[in-house]
C-alpha cells in the first residue's frame, strides 16, 4: 500500500504547489502561494520519506492533509465553489483516507 500512497501524495503536492501558484496569478494572492507551496511540500517531503521511513512519512502526510481538510471542507460548504474549495477538499479527504489505510497495511 505503501507504493500508491506514495504515488498519491506526489500528485496530491504538485496539485497543491499548482493550487497556490493559480491562486497567485489569479488573485495576487501571497497567502495562497506562500501556503500552497508550504503545504505542497510538506506533502512531497512525506512521498520522499515513505520506503525508508513509512510512520514518519505517512504521519506528515495525515497531518498536512487534516489541516488542509480542516480548511478547505468548511470554506466549500460556505461557498460551493469547486476551484478550489471543493478540489482541495475532495483531495484532502482522499488524503486522509489514503493514509490511514496505507498505515493500517504496513
Known sequence: ??????????????L?????????VKAGSTVSIIAGSISGLLLLLAAWLMPEHQAAGL???????????AQFIPKFF??????????????SA?????????WLRK
Not at 1 to 14: C, N, Q, S
Not at 16 to 24: M, P, Q
Not at 78 to 91: D, E, I, Q
Open 78 to 91: 460556505r461557498t460551493f465553489k469547486v476551484m478550489p474549495a471543493g478540489l482541495m477538499s475532495v483531495l
Open 59 to 69: 504521519i506528515v502526510a495525515l497531518v498536512v492533509s487534516l489541516l488542509l481538510a
Open 16 to 24: 497543491t504547489i499548482a493550487g497556490g501558484i493559480i491562486g497567485y
Open 94 to 102: 482522499i488524503g486522509i483516507i489514503v493514509a490511514i489505510a496505507a
Open 1 to 14: 500500500m505503501i507504493g500508491p500512497a506514495k504515488i498519491y501524495f506526489i500528485i496530491f503536492g504538485i
